[in-house]
Nanobody, 115 residues
Framework: QVQLVESGGDLVQPGGSLRLSCVAS?????????MDWYHQAPGKQRELVAT???????NYADFAKGRFTISRDNARRTVYLQMNSLKPEDTAVYYC????????WGQGTQVTVSS
């Protein structure tokens, strides 16, 4: 079964940067599928942040444009999210998943932006 393992979350000050990683172990078709990053803030629904296709094309939610960059390493079955100029409203648990999502999620990684 595919496992999604996110990491890289941390407590960071406003204006700071973080790089999140997500390893999709067992996903033998990783290079042929689009991957997404989502986030879920407390009391809110999970929300799509960014998408990267198998060809490397990217798409971002409006709040992420110009600040976040999604990338992938097919050899490592890993998708990344570089987050710059972080704001308190970016505080959330961040998840990756296949596009469209599998029927389950990993544990996510907590990003907290606070001074």
């Amino acid at each position: 079964q595919v496992q999604l393992v996110e990491s890289g979350g941390d407590l960071v000050q406003p204006g700071g940067s973080l790089r999140l990683s997500c390893v999709a172990s067992g996903m033998t078709y990783f290079s042929r599928t689009a991957m997404d990053w989502y986030h879920q803030a407390p009391g809110k629904q999970r929300e799509l942040v960014a998408t990267i296709t198998s060809a490397g094309s990217t798409n971002y939610a409006d709040f992420a444009k110009g600040r976040f960059t999604i990338s992938r390493d097919n050899a490592r079955r890993t998708v990344y999210l570089q987050m710059n100029s972080l704001k308190p409203e970016d505080t959330a648990v961040y998840y990756c998943n296949r596009a469209p999502p599998l029927g389950y999620w990993g544990q996510g990684t907590q990003v907290t932006v606070s001074s």
